[in-house]
């Protein structure tokens, strides 16, 4: 059998963060009632134009610029047109000849170590529609909210070489343009999708392959499941002597199955020409300077910087840096007074714990950094123990209370009382004779029964160091 090379292009789309529209200002909200969010531009109405959103630009500079991109101080729109019944006017304004980034790069990072990976363009778009397939009636809807919704299109060069790759890639682009807050790149929301352009060849030749293009990508297992059952579907083609035909496939993951879609179009067949309805897009040395002044750390610029002013691991420090609401919020803990380990201990800890378990990402946290450092404190003074620490921080997690008002309330603060916790043990030990005669028997699990059933006791809020002195004490007496 011949050795293949997998050569892959991504096409990835992402939702701009913007409340309106790219030509209009219906609203951009997701989850709204079908055909809530129109008006006479987003639904293709004759006669009405489009006016163009200024935070789009500046969105889509603010991405060029944190992928090394070259910014094109003067772009223009063109139309694409082609026809579909989520698509109102039956051209899309998008950008062919004049996009506003290009010749770009990010690097990222696999098993096999570094390598760069090169950004082709970045333009700006509007959104079709959604179809809404209907089983039961045999039919489908058409929801014209997404319509108009400002995309940005980051269009790859064949790089990338594994799934392993395209993700870190995926994941790399995610956390920057979250970082730079132009969108919250949801995949199962749509506000950030990939279409994957591969292609095989033999290993060592320098021509391309015929190419494939997958679409219905909306999670990264997806994508990797679609990558390896579209080389697997080619190989099996190549070696049977049969040729791999250019199309656009669409993966269904349910399945696991690509099935063809349609023949794959080039640029003369969405007979692409300079939209009308719009002037071409200048930017100025000023506009273009005030973007670059407020680019933010990126992550790569925070792993350096932690190196140097934390002392965390850098595994802390990579999960922490990996989204910008956990970077904030150890930042923010921190600059109120808290030691950065300790910090990061809750959120790598019972923060990640919680995170897991109730299956959400960290960008979704809502608890605010005052209520994690009055948490911190209240520990350190020993107003609280580790458990009911704990225990108090799930209630933070979930509702963002104030801890200190939670604990004086439900009357959590720790018993330090010596006599109380002395008298409690005495009874524990009457009640657990068993358990005493393992312990001089040698059996140190005893010793954690014993100590276990006084915290019961206790509800908690005993100093676990002085139950386990006195403790000691009273047994070795």
């Known amino acids: ?166 993700i870190a890639y995926l994941n790399k682009l995610k956390r920057i343009i979250q970082y730079l807050g132009a969108s919250d790149c949801k995949l199962q929301e749509g506000s950030m999708r990939a279409d994957v352009n591969l292609s095989l060849r033999e290993l060592g030749a320098k021509a391309y392959g015929t190419r494939t293009e997958m679409k219905n990508l909306n999670s990264f297992k997806a994508i990797t499941r679609a990558i390896e059952g579209e080389r697997a579907r080619q190989i099996e083609l190549l070696e049977s002597g049969k040729q791999v035909v250019q199309e656009t496939r669409r993966w269904d993951d349910n399945k696991e199955y690509s099935y063809t879609m349609r023949s794959k179009e080039d640029a003369q067949d969405y007979r692409y020409f300079p939209e009308p309805d719009l002037v071409p897009i200048v930017i100025s040395d000023q506009w273009l300077q005030q973007i670059k002044e407020q680019q933010p750390e990126l992550q790569d610029e925070k792993i350096v910087r932690y190196k140097k002013e934390y002392q965390i691991p850098e595994y802390d420090i990579l999960i922490l840096t990996s989204s910008k609401k956990m970077a904030d919020l150890f930042e923010d803990t921190i600059a109120l007074g808290k030691k950065p380990k300790e910090v990061s201990n809750w959120l790598m800890g019972e923060a990640m714990r919680l995170l897991k378990e109730e299956e959400k990402e960290a960008d979704e946290i809502s608890f605010s950094p005052i209520h994690l450092a009055k948490l911190i404190d209240l520990l350190e003074k020993g107003i609280i123990n580790r458990t009911v620490a704990k225990e108090v921080f799930e209630v933070i997690f979930r509702e963002d209370i ?59 809020k005993a100093d676990p160091g002085m139950v386990n002195r006195i403790l000691e004490e009273i047994l070795n007496q």
């Not at 055909?35 to 500079?61: D, F, I, Q, R, W």
């Not at 657990?432 to 001089?440: K, W």
Request: a negative charge; glycine letters at 8%.
């Open 402 to 460: 104030d801890p200190e008002q939670y604990v004086e309330e439900r009357g959590l603060k720790a018993v330090n009382d010596e006599g109380m916790i002395r008298k409690m043990i005495e009874e524990v030990i009457q009640t657990n004779h068993q358990s005493v005669v393992d312990y001089y028997a040698g059996k140190k699990k005893a010793m954690g029964f014993l100590v276990g059933q006084t915290m019961k006791a206790m509800k908690g």
């Open 1 to 166: 059998m011949k050795q293949y090379e997998t050569v892959i292009g991504l096409e990835v789309h992402v939702e701009l963060a913007t409340k309106t529209k790219i030509f209009c200002s219906c609203s951009t909200a997701f989850g709204g009632a079908p055909n809530t969010h129109t008006c006479p531009v987003c639904t293709g109405m004759p006669g009405s134009l489009p006016v163009l959103n200024k935070k789009v630009v500046e969105y889509a500079m603010a991405v060029g610029l944190a992928t090394n991109c070259k910014i094109n101080q003067y772009c223009k729109f063109d139309r694409k047109n082609y026809f579909y019944p989520d698509n109102p006017q039956n051209y899309q304004i998008s950008q062919l000849y004049l996009p506003i980034c290009r010749d770009g790069k990010i690097e990222i990072e696999t098993a096999s170590g570094k390598k760069e990976i090169g950004i082709y363009e970045i333009h700006m778009e509007e959104d079709a529609g959604k179809l809404i397939h209907d089983e039961w009636d045999d039919c489908s809807l058409v929801d014209y909210n997404r319509s108009g919704v400002p995309l940005i299109e980051i269009v790859s060069k064949p790089d990338m070489c594994s799934a392993e790759e395209v």
